[in-house]
């Protein structure tokens, strides 16, 4: 016989622990893993195997062992975890690869100030470039004066000598990295890229990575060696080196402030803020703004600005209308430079030339494949802005979209595992509903019926058939009690009827030791609040009944600035460790799905306080 297809109750607190687990950054593959133990104990079944799939540019997790349709409901919450914990990943490895990149950039101007010698310089630049683009070899060639090619420096992630050691001309085969009469990158072969080494405005030479196996490079990976042949072309001019190492230093360590920002999850606004600094100070302009671009491209929300002068500037919102440097970068995706103003309109421009700008610099900041926002740099008076703004504004906007895109997946989780706790508590609700006006009825009217055939018993009938019947009653009673308790701990009546204080008060007059409970007169609280701050209360004080041996357990709670505070203190032997899965491990997440947090205080022979605190306004509550 088949087992019975799972309750929505039970597949809802499989999914609260699977979503509690992607919250504390599992990876996909972990998921997958817990998502089939979980369907096997769930379903009862021996063997459960989960694959995922991509369909449509996503991802669903499908079951390859046969579940039939008890487990559709759950395999689409199973997909949708999926979705949120592959998203975080990307995000994570955004910000790792940035990081790293920024590291070995700051590595080699480093060895450039320290005064390494050219052979030092070009095997750390070549080495460097291999080992964070992923590739297998790379080379740096310099082009001669005759049109051949020396390769100065090689390098092998095997560690083997890489091909191509001597003077070369690339004309010979056609297999050079890069024609010496050409003035760009190449980037037809996705296994092999190579940039110009450009110094003093001259082609030097260039750089090549490749992998083996015509396994592709990184889409970017044109852009990222960019950055390292511009740093090699910059430390090999003798006359502009120093200068350029001080420029390159200064916005390397902008962005790695602005990459730990984002790396440490910090709010979206603090980041804004970060950046429009940093960008003003790196590029030595006077103004910044970054600002959000709404959906239809028609307004420019300015959400942070730094002037030179110090000056704190409004947020305002105007309209993306004329022809001007923010309206280009919104329109296109593309950065757009605006040095001639005479002819440049719309609102934005107006502002402008109030501000006596004369030079200004504009990038799209992309989210998902779309226009979030732009943020935009200034000269005013007679100054200019430095060559290249452009692209090293644009290092900047990558960071702040992982950080639009941190935000947005933290909002997400949160939102969905409110949904989790809400739809966990409805479940709860509707059983203990179900059994107060059905089962527990049902069982009255039994009862009722049972006394009365136990009345009509003549007394002249076995005095054993009476203590039969009246054992049975007895246990119908008992039984009736069991229900009527079990009713109350899925979800107290007495909690949506009355509120907390007269549930917890009952709590404690049901409890074997004394509960001392000191909770003043609350208005009713939101429906998710109460029930949290119960199951906080009653997990605490089955926790302090069955390990903590106490005399008296005190219950406090109360109001303090729109904040709920509870704390259950027991005069126990202490010792509790919330990670030992004496539930208080599962609570703590039902806390924090609500914006809430939790505190466990339990020294050895001191008791133990479990204390809890919660925004009246928690994400996911209603009223």
């Known amino acids: 016989m088949p087992a019975p297809a799972p309750t929505p109750m039970q597949e809802d607190e499989v999914v609260y622990r699977l979503a509690a687990l992607v919250a504390r950054g599992i990876s996909s593959e972990e998921l997958l893993e817990a998502s089939a133990r979980e369907l096997q104990r769930l379903l009862s079944v021996q063997t459960v195997r989960l694959a995922v799939v991509d369909v449509g540019g996503g991802a669903l997790i499908v079951a390859e062992t046969p579940l039939g349709q008890r487990a559709e409901r759950i395999m689409e919450a199973f997909s949708e975890l999926l979705a949120m914990t592959v998203r975080a990943e990307g995000e994570r490895a955004r910000v790792q690869q940035?990081?790293?990149?920024?590291?070995?950039?700051?590595?080699?101007?480093?060895?450039?100030?320290?005064?390494?010698?050219?052979?030092?310089l070009f095997s750390a630049v070549t080495r460097a470039a291999g080992e964070v683009l992923g590739a297998d070899t790379a080379t740096l060639a310099r082009f001669a004066p005759d049109g051949g090619v020396e390769y100065v420096a090689t390098w092998a992630r095997s560690g083997e000598a890489a091909d191509g050691t001597g003077p070369l001309d690339p004309a010979a085969d056609g297999t050079g990295p890069l024609d010496p009469a050409g003035d760009g990158p190449t980037g037809d072969d996705p296994a092999c890229v190579s940039t110009p080494v450009t110094v003093e405005g001259r082609l030097w030479g260039a750089m090549t990575v490749s992998t083996s196996g015509g396994d592709p490079l990184p889409s970017d990976a044109t852009e990222r060696l960019s950055a390292f042949t511009e740093l090699l072309g910059t430390a090999v001019g003798?006359?502009?080196?120093?200068?350029?190492?001080?420029?390159?230093?200064?916005?390397?360590?902008?962005?790695?402030?602005?990459?730990?920002?984002?790396?440490?999850?910090?709010?979206p606004q603090r980041v804004f803020a970060a950046v429009t600094q940093e960008v003003g100070l790196l590029l030595d302009a006077d103004l910044a703004a970054l600002g959000r671009v709404d959906a239809g491209r028609s307004t420019f929300d300015v959400v942070a600005t730094w002037n030179r002068s110090g000056d704190p500037a409004p947020h305002a919102r105007s309209p993306l209308a004329g022809e001007n440097v923010i309206a280009a970068a919104a329109a296109t995706g593309a950065p757009a430079r605006q040095s001639d103003f005479a002819t440049a309109t719309g609102p934005l421009i107006e502002l402008a030339r109030a501000l006596d700008v004369t030079d200004s610099v504009a990038v799209p900041i992309i989210v998902q494949g779309s226009v979030w926002g732009v943020i935009a740099v200034a000269a005013s008076g007679s100054r200019t802005l430095q060559t290249g703004a452009e692209l090293r504004l644009s290092d900047f906007t990558e960071l702040v979209a992982a950080a639009i895109a941190n935000a947005e997946s933290r909002d997400e989780l949160?939102?969905?595992?409110?949904?989790?706790?809400?739809?966990?508590?409805?479940?709860?609700?509707?059983?203990?509903?179900?059994?107060?006006?059905?089962?527990?009825?049902?069982?009255?009217?039994?009862?009722?019926?049972?006394?009365?055939?136990?009345?009509?018993?003549?007394?002249?009938?076995?005095?054993?058939?009476?203590?039969?019947?009246?054992?049975?009653?007895?246990?119908?009673?008992?039984?009736?009690?069991?229900?009527?308790?079990?009713?109350?701990?899925?979800?107290?009546?007495?909690?949506?009827?009355?509120?907390?204080?007269?549930?917890?008060?009952?709590?404690?007059?049901?409890?074997?030791?004394?509960?001392?409970?000191?909770?003043?007169?609350?208005?009713?609280?939101?429906?998710?609040?109460?029930?949290?701050?119960?199951?906080?209360?009653?997990?605490?004080?089955?926790?302090?009944?069955?390990?903590?041996q106490p005399s008296v357990v005190d219950v406090v709670a109360g109001l303090d600035d729109g904040v709920f505070r509870?704390?259950?203190?027991?005069?126990?032997?202490?010792?509790?460790?919330?990670?030992?899965?004496?539930?208080?491990?599962?609570?703590?997440d039902r806390i924090e799905a609500l914006s809430g947090a939790m505190q466990v205080t339990s020294a050895p022979g001191a008791g133990t306080s479990v204390s809890i605190t919660l925004p009246v306004s928690a994400r996911g509550s209603t009223p």
């Open 98 to 120: 940035l990081q790293q990149e920024q590291q070995a950039l700051r590595s080699v101007a480093m060895l450039v100030a320290s005064g390494i010698s050219s052979e030092g």
């Open 238 to 267: 003798a006359v502009s080196s120093r200068e350029q190492l001080a420029r390159l230093a200064g916005e390397e360590a902008a962005l790695r402030r602005v990459a730990t920002l984002v790396a440490q999850g910090s709010e």
């Open 414 to 548: 949160a939102a969905s595992r409110a949904r989790i706790v809400a739809a966990a508590d409805d479940a709860r609700a509707r059983i203990e509903r179900d059994l107060h006006e059905c089962v527990q009825q049902r069982l009255v009217s039994l009862g009722l019926s049972l006394r009365t055939a136990v009345a009509a018993v003549p007394a002249s009938e076995p005095t054993d058939l009476r203590e039969t019947l009246d054992q049975l009653t007895r246990g119908f009673a008992d039984a009736y009690a069991e229900i009527q308790e079990i009713a109350r701990g899925i979800h107290p009546a007495l909690l949506a009827e009355g509120g907390l204080r007269p549930a917890v008060a009952a709590l404690a007059r049901r409890s074997r030791i004394p509960v001392r409970v000191e909770i003043p007169e609350l208005p009713r609280l939101p429906d998710q609040l109460e029930v949290a701050a119960y199951y906080a209360a009653s997990e605490a004080l089955t926790n302090a009944l069955k390990h903590a």
């Open 566 to 588: 509870l704390c259950v203190t027991d005069d126990g032997v202490g010792g509790a460790d919330p990670s030992a899965g004496t539930g208080l491990l599962g609570l703590r």
